[in-house]
């Protein structure tokens, strides 16, 4: 796939592949809540028309390769490409509606088995997480979309769905859904994404141990709000972005007893790029995360 023909898939196409819905629609513009922060208005606008978008919480805006570069965290088009073209592989003809189906209507011969493919393996290894872990937590997902086959790592949650991930493509199968695991303990832990929570497992085995939440997107932060204020203390492993930040300080607004592990780790975008030792341009310094021990203790620290 090349930028022209990138360019020819819908906007909206693209979000319902990934598992993303409109709020509203407003004449051709749909509305959606950001996928960049969590928000409870709608500040992200799609124009049908053109085939754009702009976000008003953060003013940037642009075409559909802009929007994927921006969500996958790169500078690279042909990156943008690709996982455009895992996403929605065949630019749509057909008009969109507010009320079209789901992507889950479109998805077929889904198949679920233990993890075991060589590309997926690789991955795994490529972002240093256990294999024997992350066949613990996840699955291999087979399944055809507009005829062509897909395979990734699948990661449940709590309503059914999965959260998927291939080497060119990050994604879910709906319902979207946060992923809970519940120790009862006083302390949880909070995490954006899986890959990060199997991060730290991998760091520290221990950790398992303890209760912990699974947004699967900040988005889904309200959704969680009720099993986190059951703990007595809340360990925020988010992300050291804007999305992540936002998140914090809503949980902090909330008076929960939320602390921000993600100072432990600021050199790095997020625990995965602590454990691959992926540091931000701005940072050249080391820094060794620290978790204080909760009841039952924690392990003292993060090491590769």
């Known amino acids: 796939m090349n930028s022209e023909q990138a360019k020819q898939i819908r906007i909206e196409e693209?979000?319902?592949?990934?598992?993303?819905?409109?709020?509203?629609?407003?004449g051709h513009n749909l509305w959606y809540k950001s996928p960049f922060r969590n928000e409870t208005k709608p500040s992200f606008?799609?124009?049908?028309?053109?085939?754009?978008?702009?976000?008003?919480?953060?003013?940037?805006?642009?075409?559909?390769?802009?929007?994927?570069?921006?969500?996958?965290q790169t500078d690279s088009v042909?990156?943008?490409?690709?996982?455009?073209?895992?996403?929605?592989?065949?630019?749509?003809?057909?008009?969109?509606?507010?009320?079209?189906?789901?992507?889950?209507?479109?998805?077929?011969?889904?198949?679920?088995?233990?993890?075991?493919?060589?590309a997926l393996?690789?991955?795994?290894?490529?972002?240093?997480?256990?294999?024997?872990?992350?066949?613990?937590?996840?699955k291999e997902m087979h399944y055809t979309l507009n005829g062509k086959a897909y395979f990734a790592i699948a990661f449940p949650n709590d309503n059914g769905g999965y959260e998927t991930l291939n080497p060119y493509f990050k994604g879910c199968i709906p319902p979207k859904e946060i992923t809970t695991f519940n120790r009862k303990t006083a302390t949880v832990h909070l995490f954006e994404g899986f890959m990060d929570y199997l991060s730290l497992l991998t760091l520290q085995a221990r950790q398992a141990d303890i209760s912990a939440v699974v947004l699967?997107?900040?988005?889904?932060?309200?959704?969680?709000?009720?099993?986190?204020?059951?703990?007595?203390?809340?360990?925020?492993?988010?992300?050291?972005?804007?999305?992540?930040?936002q998140a914090l300080e809503k949980l902090q607004k909330l008076n929960l007893p939320v602390r921000d592990i993600s100072k432990r780790y600021a050199e790095y975008k997020d625990v995965n790029d602590y454990l691959c030792r992926k540091k931000l341009p701005k940072f050249q310094k080391k820094q060794t995360i620290e978790t204080e021990k909760p009841k039952p203790k924690i392990g003292k620290r993060f090491r590769r």
């Open 121 to 138: 393996l690789q991955l795994l290894n490529e972002r240093k997480i256990s294999i024997e872990l992350a066949r613990q937590y996840c």
């Open 216 to 245: 699967n997107s900040v988005t889904n932060l309200d959704k969680a709000v009720p099993f986190l204020s059951k703990h007595e203390k809340i360990n925020a492993f988010l992300d050291n972005d804007e999305a992540g930040k």
């Open 78 to 118: 042909s990156e943008a490409l690709q996982a455009i073209e895992q996403a929605a592989p065949h630019p749509q003809n057909r008009s969109f509606s507010f009320r079209q189906q789901e992507i889950s209507d479109e998805i077929s011969n889904i198949k679920v088995k233990p993890l075991h493919h060589p």
């Open 14 to 26: 693209y979000f319902y592949r990934i598992g993303i819905k409109p709020s509203k629609e407003r």
């Open 45 to 72: 606008k799609v124009n049908q028309n053109i085939n754009q978008w702009h976000d008003f919480g953060s003013g940037d805006k642009g075409n559909i390769i802009d929007l994927v570069m921006k969500l996958h």
